[in-house]
Nanobody, 128 residues
Framework: EVQLVESGGGLVQAGGSLRLSCVASGFTFDDYTIVWFRQAPGKEREGVSCISKHTGSTYYADSVEGRFTLSRDNAKNTVYLQMNSLKPEDTAVYYC?????????????????????WGQGTQVTVSS
């Protein structure tokens, strides 16, 4: 059974940090690009960051550049999203998703390419 399970969300004050994890199972993790999205109430889903399969290249939305860091540990089938200097506008449900089609993860992050597998999401709430 294919699964993506996010964890690490919670309530934090503005300026604080959280580390989200996305643990994958049921597929060959190394062959998949991972993308993080977020969706706040009443807003469209936004691509936050992605990490390409094999190369490990990372990309970020302008809104999180310099504050968020994405990494992957293929031995643990896990991707980590380190979020620092959090702002109230970062409040959202964060989802990880995986797909194997494109090496360049910006196809998913910025061009709307479809991803095969999705997690259930983890809530991040940043208080002011």
């Amino acid at each position: 059974e294919v699964q993506l399970v996010e964890s690490g969300g919670g309530l934090v004050q503005a300026g604080g940090s959280l580390r989200l994890s996305c643990v994958a199972s049921g597929f060959t993790f190394d062959d998949y690009t991972i993308v993080w999205f977020r969706q706040a109430p009443g807003k469209e889903r936004e691509g936050v960051s992605c990490i390409s399969k094999h190369t490990g290249s990372t990309y970020y939305a302008d809104s999180v550049e310099g504050r968020f860091t994405l990494s992957r540990d293929n031995a643990k089938n896990t991707v980590y999203l380190q979020m620092n200097s959090l702002k109230p506008e970062d409040t959202a449900v964060y989802y990880c998703a995986a797909d194997s089609t494109y090496y360049d993860c910006t196809y998913y992050l910025r061009r709307g390419a479809t991803l095969t597998y999705w997690g259930q999401g983890t809530q991040v709430t940043v208080s002011s």
